[in-house]
């Protein structure tokens, strides 16, 4: 018996919910395979085209979530796990979480289900800290669950699923090069100035709101990051052209997808999206640089 799951990417963050706020992308994520063998052993195939993947399942972080997952059961089942990867690693729309995610609810199944899904992000968490060096659920949770989802808090994981409103869509360009969420996260201050943490405050209270009552203008204008964005904007290619080419072509905000280098925007409608994708392209045609742009309902 084996099971197959597509575990999706996600955009985490949303601009001001640094740690707090993300949503599943439709249609772009890892296609996994598993199956239980009899060697007691979690075994993982070398991923294609990403040789760099580690296939020590102690350091990947599939074999890690799944691991957290057995000790928690008391169970010394193996497992062999095939992983097709279709985001690369490193890209800001939740790749590790994508692993960590597809490989635990594909061994919940194949066990027979002793746990809710919402139980089943608590081991994705623990294998998505393999690569970002540090707990968090922003793209677990979506990756595990779908939809659109708050981190309420983390000791105990308290995860709420926010419907967003029917025409909202989500832009995203993938340029095609490497940040390790680690060292993204490295580079943040650890303190933040009273007065900038009580924008921010607003900013995720307005976004809650405008998302439960179909106010794109409020989620337009509670979206900004003041915290976290300024800070790793550098890290990203034409970030500040490409932000105010897309806010010109109707996006109701703009940010830093995750960690980086990806970027969103989000837009009332898919033919705003579709002209806030061609914008991207114009922006990024002009470097020499690889890039993806995703279009997808929130
Ligand atoms: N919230 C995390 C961060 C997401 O921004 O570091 C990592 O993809």
């Known amino acids: 018996e ?39 052993k979690i075994r993982i195939s070398p991923v294609n085209g990403y040789e760099n993947l580690p296939t020590d399942p102690k350091k990947n972080v599939a074999g890690v979530a799944i691991q957290a997952l057995l000790d928690d059961l008391g169970s010394d089942q193996g497992f062999d796990v095939e992983i097709v990867k279709n985001i690369k690693p490193g890209s800001g729309i939740g790749s590790s979480a994508a692993s960590a995610a597809g490989a635990v609810v594909a061994v919940n199944e194949l066990l027979g289900s002793p746990y809710s899904r919402l139980q089943l992000v608590d081991f994705a ?30 000791n105990p994981l308290d995860v709420i699923h926010i419907n967003p409103p029917k025409d909202l869509w989500c832009v995203v360009i993938h340029p095609q090069i490497e940040i390790k969420t680690k060292e993204s996260r490295e580079l943040l201050s650890p303190e933040i100035p009273l007065k900038k943490a009580i924008r921010q405050w607003g900013n995720v209270a307005g976004l809650m709101s405008g998302l439960y009552t179909s106010n794109y203008e409020l989620i337009g204008r509670s979206l900004e990051d003041h915290i976290v964005e300024p800070q790793r904007k550098v890290l990203i290619p034409e970030f500040d052209e490409l932000k105010l080419s897309v806010m010109e072509a109707g ?12 970027v969103f925007a989000l837009a009332n409608g898919k033919e705003t999206a579709d002209v806030i994708a061609g914008a991207m392209d114009t922006v990024f045609r002009r470097t020499e640089l690889d890039y993806k742009i995703y279009v997808s309902k929130v």
């Open 2 to 40: 084996e099971v197959k799951v597509f575990a999706p990417g996600s955009v985490s963050n949303v601009g001001c919910g640094f740690d707090i706020l993300g949503f599943a992308i439709d249609g772009i994520g890892d296609e996994m395979i598993l199956k239980k063998n009899d060697e007691k």
């Open 125 to 154: 968490m623990i294998g998505e800290e393999v690569a970002s060096g540090d707990i968090h659920a922003d793209n677990v949770a979506p990756a595990t669950l779908g939809g659109f989802c708050l981190i309420r808090g983390y």
């Open 251 to 262: 996006a109701l905000g703009c940010s830093i997808s995750g960690s980086g280098p990806s």
